[in-house]
């Protein structure tokens, strides 16, 4: 069984006006990405540690091991 099989149980009916109309659009490419990703991991996958090749691209590199804001105790950039 695919993970992503079982993510899409329930989809919320979302819409946006005004200036926050690209926020639906965004939500969307996120969560585009997501099923992606999920779509091509089986649990089979993860407890032989066999990923797929896209997956550990992404995780090695390491932008992606960053919090990309501050943390509240942060005092600068």
Known sequence: ???SARADLWAPQLSCTGPAEALLSLWVAVRANVRKIL?????ADV???TLPDEVLVLAE???AWTHPWPTP???GP
Do not use: K, N
């Open 47 to 49: 407890a032989t540690a």
């Open 39 to 43: 779509g091509e991991v089986t649990l």
């Open 1 to 3: 069984m695919q993970i």
């Open 61 to 63: 590199d390491p932008e």
């Open 73 to 75: 105790l942060s005092t």
